[in-house]
Nanobody
Framework: QVQLEESGGGLVQAGGSLRLSCAVSGSGPYFRLSDMGWYRQAPGKQREMVAVISRESNIDYADFVKGRFTISRDNFKNTVSLQMDSLKPEDTAVYYC?????????WGQGTQVTVSS
């Protein structure tokens, strides 16, 4: 059974940094074939894409994080990370890790990121 476990969330002041990690288990050799991504959902808002990294390591960022966030993956450790710098209060949300392989979508439980002003 595929499981995604996020870690690294917390409370930080505006301008600070956090690093989120997502460990994927149960995917075996298929992790490297998967597209991975980070999404977020703020209270009262829809879930939105933050950053995605394909199986070929092609990367796409939402405009609102370009230049501040960096996504990376480790196909040996089956992990995907999100380095978040220059955080803003509007980055406050629950951040979710996503794994996509073909028509299959898997989500983690999410980790809370709170940025104080």
């Amino acid at each position: 059974q595929v499981q995604l476990e996020e870690s690294g969330g917390g409370l930080v002041q505006a301008g600070g940094s956090l690093r989120l990690s997502c460990a994927v288990s149960g995917s075996g050799p298929y992790f490297r074939l998967s597209d991975m991504g980070w999404y977020r959902q703020a209270p009262g808002k829809q879930r939105e894409m933050v950053a995605v990294i394909s199986r070929e390591s092609n990367i796409d960022y939402a405009d609102f994080v370009k230049g501040r966030f960096t996504i990376s993956r480790d196909n040996f450790k089956n992990t995907v990370s999100l380095q978040m710098d220059s955080l803003k209060p509007e980055d406050t949300a629950v951040y979710y890790c996503n794994r996509r392989l073909g028509d299959s979508d898997f989500w983690g439980q999410g980790t809370q990121v709170t940025v104080s002003s």
